[in-house]
């Protein structure tokens, strides 16, 4: 099973440790990128509409640069499972999804999407975005331990203001709870205490982050992902019952999330 926090990686990319062999490592690359062409989605017009077509990489491919190994040490891909994708373009001050489709799983995780679209729509952007999850399991250091808090009016409180101040067409869902929450912590509403080296730090703060707002949308809209457009999700009023808690301890199993986006020229 995949170890958290990462072990290293350069510019671009991040490699994980397993957690019972020492021999085998799991690479990520950090940013999608288009597949067998130079962009990641192209539009044709026809005679009433535009077509859009396109195909992303999510994970980590065979083209991509590779750490320094030692000669026993094997290389797999992060097995991230089969996520949803979305694709949309902007339409006044809001997004419009085109296409959905699916993340290959595992390896390179690819996804082929197209869809139709008024004529109007190949002056815009295009961005494509997945929410990628796999199990993992907390490094077994001395010092790693994970804790968190908040208060359920204080999250409503932050969800109104949202809602009041509607997101770009652009971003996802997990970039507007991320910075929803992050405000949350600067403003003592919610506590966040990491005990770990302060390389590890980072990524433990994101991975918090991204479990919190895993747990929101799944109360707010459970039929969606974090990569959603965040100018489309349908409310923002708790209707369940929310944990808000964070207990994260050596050995420990968990979710390791990320949200990966691309976004076209327009």
Same mark, same amino acid.
């Given at each position: 099973?995949?170890?958290?926090?990462?072990?290293?990686?350069?510019?671009?990319?991040?490699y994980f440790?397993?957690?019972?062999?020492?021999d085998l490592?799991?690479?990520?690359?950090?940013a999608?990128k288009?597949?067998g062409?130079r962009?990641a989605?192209?539009w044709?017009?026809?005679?009433?509409?535009?077509?859009?077509?396109?195909?992303?990489?999510?994970?980590?491919?065979?083209d991509?640069?590779?750490?320094r190994?030692?000669?026993?040490?094997?290389?797999?891909?992060?097995?991230?499972?089969i996520a949803p994708?979305?694709?949309?373009?902007?339409?006044?001050?809001?997004?419009?999804?085109?296409?959905?489709?699916?993340?290959?799983?595992?390896?390179?995780?690819n996804?082929v999407f197209?869809?139709?679209a008024?004529?109007?729509?190949?002056?815009?952007?295009i961005v494509?975005?997945a929410e990628?999850?796999?199990?993992?399991?907390?490094?077994?250091?001395?010092?790693?331990?994970?804790?968190?808090?908040?208060r359920i009016?204080?999250l409503?409180?932050?969800l109104?203001?949202v809602?009041?101040a509607?997101?770009d067409?652009?971003?996802?869902?997990?970039a507007?709870l991320v910075k929803?929450?992050?405000g949350?912590?600067?403003s003592?509403?919610?506590?966040l205490t990491?005990e770990?080296?302060?390389?590890?730090?980072?990524?433990l703060r994101?991975? +918090?982050? =991204?479990?919190?707002a895993h *747990?929101?949308? @799944?109360? #707010? !809209?459970?039929g969606l992902?974090? %990569?959603?457009? +965040?100018? =489309?999700i349908p409310?923002? *009023?708790?209707? @369940?019952? #929310? !944990?808000l808690?964070l207990?994260? %301890?050596?050995?420990?199993? =968990?979710?390791l999330?990320?949200?990966?986006?691309?976004?076209t020229n327009?």
């Amino acid at each position: 099973m995949i170890q958290m926090p990462s072990v290293g990686g350069s510019s671009g990319q991040r490699y994980f440790a397993d957690s019972s062999d020492p021999d085998l490592c799991y690479l990520d690359s950090l940013a999608p990128k288009p597949v067998g062409q130079r962009s990641a989605a192209r539009w044709m017009p026809l005679p009433d509409a535009a077509y859009l077509a396109g195909e992303v990489r999510f994970g980590h491919g065979a083209d991509d640069p590779e750490p320094r190994r030692g000669p026993s040490q094997r290389l797999l891909p992060v097995p991230w499972e089969i996520a949803p994708v979305y694709a949309w373009y902007r339409d006044g001050d809001r997004a419009k999804i085109i296409a959905q489709g699916k993340t290959s799983g595992f390896s390179a995780a690819n996804a082929v999407f197209s869809g139709t679209a008024p004529l109007a729509a190949m002056v815009s952007s295009i961005v494509i975005a997945a929410e990628l999850c796999c199990d993992a399991q907390l490094a077994a250091a001395p010092l790693m331990r994970v804790r968190g808090a908040g208060r359920i009016n204080a999250l409503q409180d932050s969800l109104r203001r949202v809602e009041q101040a509607p997101a770009d067409w652009d971003v996802t869902i997990a970039a507007m709870l991320v910075k929803m929450l992050t405000g949350a912590l600067e403003s003592a509403e919610f506590q966040l205490t990491i005990e770990a080296d302060r390389s590890a730090i980072d990524e433990l703060r994101e991975a +918090a982050l =991204l479990e919190w707002a895993h *747990r929101i949308l @799944a109360v #707010l !809209a459970p039929g969606l992902t974090l %990569a959603f457009p +965040a100018s =489309l999700i349908p409310g923002t *009023r708790l209707e @369940a019952p #929310l !944990a808000l808690d964070l207990e994260w %301890a050596s050995g420990d199993r =968990l979710r390791l999330r990320t949200v990966k986006s691309l976004q076209t020229n327009g």
